[in-house]
Each structure stands twice: as structure tokens, then as C-alpha cells.
């Protein structure tokens, strides 16, 4: 049974940092799609960074470029997010999302994507 579990949301400062994780189970990182959304109150689920099945190519939503890093440890079966310069903008819970590869190398933009979610992890920043 697959399981994902994010941690490292807070409140922070605008133009602070906070490196979420996503903690995997039941599941090989190489064999899965992997991605960060995240959801503001009144709005969609909008990705922020995926990472493509089998070729580790990276999708960063252009808000987000230059201050977010995706990065994942497969030893660890843990996936982070890796955020700087932090906006009030960028206020959401964010959650973690998993499938198994189909598309070798194919980024999949569409949450509907994504069979495995995590509970999500709040993120607030203040101005």
C-alpha cells in the first residue's frame, strides 16, 4: 500500500525558507512520477514542481523558478521541496503526489494524474 507523508510547513517571513519532505512507503521511486501541488483557499490544485518517470526531468511552474528545488533520495524514499525566497503568494497547502510511471519520460501536469496523495502540509507566509 502505497503512502506518502509530508512534513516542514510552518509560517515563515516572506523572503525566508522551508524545505518540505515527503516521506514514501510502498513504492519504488524509480518506477513512479512524482510532484509537489498545492492548493490556496478558493482556488485549484495547481502544480508547483513534477518530476517525470525514468528520466528525472523536472517540471517548475514559472512562479516558482530560480527559488524552488525539487530533490529526491532514493535510499531514504523521500522526496523534497526546497523553498527560498518565499512570497505571501506562495501561502497554500501543499501536498505530495505519486503515480506509476506509464510515460517514460513524460511529465504529468494534470493532478488527475496522480493516484497517491499525501494529507498535505500547510504553508503560510507572512508579509
Known amino acids: 500500500q502505497v503512502r506518502l507523508v509530508e512534513s516542514g510547513g510552518g509560517l515563515v517571513q516572506a523572503g525566508g525558507s522551508l524545505r518540505l519532505s515527503c516521506a514514501a512507503s510502498g513504492l519504488v521511486f524509480s518506477n513512479y512520477a512524482m510532484g509537489w501541488f498545492r492548493q490556496a483557499p478558493g482556488k485549484e490544485r495547481e502544480s508547483v514542481v513534477l518530476i517525470a518517470w525514468g528520466t528525472d526531468a523536472t517540471f517548475y511552474r514559472d512562479s516558482v523558478k530560480g527559488r524552488f528545488t525539487i530533490s529526491r533520495d532514493g535510499a531514504k524514499n523521500t522526496v523534497y521541496l526546497q523553498m527560498n525566497s518565499l512570497k505571501p503568494e506562495d501561502t497554500a497547502v501543499y501536498y505530495c503526489?505519486?503515480?506509476?510511471?506509464?510515460?517514460?519520460?513524460?511529465?504529468?501536469?494534470?493532478?488527475?494524474?496522480?493516484?497517491?496523495w499525501g494529507q498535505g502540509t500547510q504553508v503560510t507566509v507572512s508579509s
Open positions: 503526489a505519486a503515480t506509476r510511471g506509464t510515460l517514460y519520460g513524460s511529465i504529468l501536469h494534470a493532478a488527475g494524474s496522480y493516484n497517491y
